[in-house]
T-cell receptor, first 113, second 115 residues
């Protein structure tokens, strides 16, 4: 079945460090891929998405490229800030009428000044 | 902007009580979802609905029921709350149809404690 695997945390970085959070997926066909972010005490917010192979989603300095050959959608940011401390979720959607998303378990990121 | 609201941010209930969690979205979305979020387990889908009065079980429906009488409102019901239902509950909605990418929009969450 459809599933997403993302690297386990927690991830701890110093401010201005480079960030990578790995995400791989299992699905047939051409799913849409998402990264969501959850700041402390809040719900999830869409960070970026890609709907077809080789698409790059980007937002707030974060990027992820849809790689069908490696079934991956790794999240990257060149220089993290303290305000990026949050939980990051990778997710997969099949485009069906039921609209279900399949989420990874989340990766806690803490950035120290 | 899409707005998804949940009736309470924090809720404390006693074991055996009937609990209602309400979710309202203002973007005329067809799909609505209830998740629970627990440390180390990520988001787990409880129930979802793709139309008024239609519902589908998610991965962990036991102990829960849902109601969708109007398109904008999706309620999660704990018939007899138990301590193992202490959790963060998240509601989400999404559009369906041609061109939809399944993007879900989330509410702020309800942190439920069952004593």
């Amino acid at each position: 079945g459809d599933s997403v695997t993302q690297m386990e945390g927690p991830v701890t970085l110093s401010e201005e460090a480079f960030l990578t959070i790995n995400c791989t997926y299992t699905a047939t066909g051409y799913p849409s891929l998402f990264w969501y972010v959850q700041y402390p005490g809040e719900g999830l917010q869409l960070l970026l998405k890609a709907t077809k192979a080789d698409d790059k989603g980007s937002n707030k300095g974060f990027e992820a490229t849809y790689r069908k050959e490696t079934t991956s959608f790794h999240l990257e940011k060149g220089s993290v800030q303290v305000s990026d401390s949050a939980v990051y979720f990778c997710a997969l959607g099949r485009g069906s009428t039921l609209g279900r998303l399949y989420f990874g378990r989340g990766t806690q990121l803490t950035v120290w000044p | 902007d899409v707005k998804v609201t949940q009736s309470s941010r924090y809720l404390v209930k006693r074991t055996g009580e009937k609990v209602f969690l309400e979710c309202v979205q203002d973007m005329d979305h067809e799909n609505m979802f209830w998740y629970r979020q627990d440390p180390g387990l990520g988001l787990r889908l409880i129930y979802f609905s793709y139309d008024v009065k239609m519902k589908e079980k998610g991965d962990i429906p036991e102990g829960y029921s849902v109601s969708r009488e109007k398109k904008e409102r999706f309620s999660l019901i704990l018939e007899s709350a138990s301590t193992n239902q202490t959790s963060m509950y998240l509601c989400a909605s999404s559009r369906t149809g041609w061109g939809s990418t399944d993007t879900q929009y989330f509410g702020p969450g309800t942190r439920l404690t069952v004593l």
